[in-house]
């Protein structure tokens, strides 16, 4: 028995499970990790609640690795790498805390010291050091878990045959997916540099980031204010989408390179970020640039960062199916055979709008059969 997927489910369940998946990292960020903090007015202690992952997870470090303390040049002593970076005060930037909590599943203390000591104790530059490489491992995860899990899909589960054969349609080759392999995974030795000017800018207070649901006043104006920061990004990601393609100097040094990506048979889901690197950046930079301006709830923005890189694998894998107001994989197609319409991301009001938009015409990769003219 031969287990199907219509195109119609993957895409809705995609977006479902981000949706589901968005509002429960939102949950885990208000668990109540409870603390006791002296009151100054009353003397006494009261209990605070602190975002994710609270205070206690670099006293279980320690406790796991006893030998992990550190001492700087300055003389400074702290019980492991992770517990310098945060100058043992993991409450003073839930940002920071975070990142570092997430370093340490990376890396351990002692490797982290490493990286302290090699840059002459600068915990500052470990910090960041240890959020690059983190990011570059996290971003092949990303890459390869699904742009391989959509190529087995696309190209390799029985059901692929009644795309291709049975319609005539072409199937990549191996040297395009192998070239696009290549393009990416050198792309993202500088793209994975955007998330670190991100954090960045958070952990230094420079931007309008808050931690918890409350600090917004609750869940509806947090789904409020989420909605009009998702709506600035994909209006954002549309304009400078589009001025890749018009400003001549960016289209013909930036962008074109993905666009030798131009026929349905050489669109792949490793096509992904198969571009030149400050092609990614500037066409991420929205989630970046509106944070100074634009409320926005953390560990949803992170949650939305991570979920752009699965949907630009799936809509360049060049499959048919296409519903509004979703910018799916067969309007993308259109995009990369007529280069001028559908800039849009995850939604097409924005091409309806400025009157961009192009609705695709038949099935993607199939040759349109040539009409006899009459001659008189």
Known sequence: MVFSVSRQTAELSLLVSFAAFT???AGLFERNNETLMADETSGGLDTASIPFPG??????????????????????????????????????????????????IFFSSNVAAWFVHLLNDNVEYAHYLLCYLRNFIAGMFVYYGTAGSFHYFCYVHPMSKKTFEEQGRTRPSWETIKGQIKLSQASLTIYTMLPVFDEWMIESGLTKVYFTVDEIGGWLPHVGIMAFYFACVEIGIYWMHRTLHTNKFLYKHIHLKHHDYNKPETLTPWASIAFHPLDGILQASPYVYLLPFIPCHYMTHICMVFFTAIWATYIHDAMDWNVDPIMGSKYHTVHHTHYIYNYGQIFTFCDRFWGTLKLPDGPTGMQKPRTAKKVD
């Open 23 to 25: 509002v429960c990292c």
């Open 55 to 104: 205070v206690g997870w670099i006293d279980r470090m320690s406790k796991n690795d006893p030998d992990a303390s550190i001492t700087l040049a300055d003389g400074r002593t702290y019980q492991n790498a992770y517990a310098a970076i945060l100058d043992n005060d993991p409450l003073g930037n839930p940002c920071r805390n975070f990142n570092a909590w997430v370093n340490s």
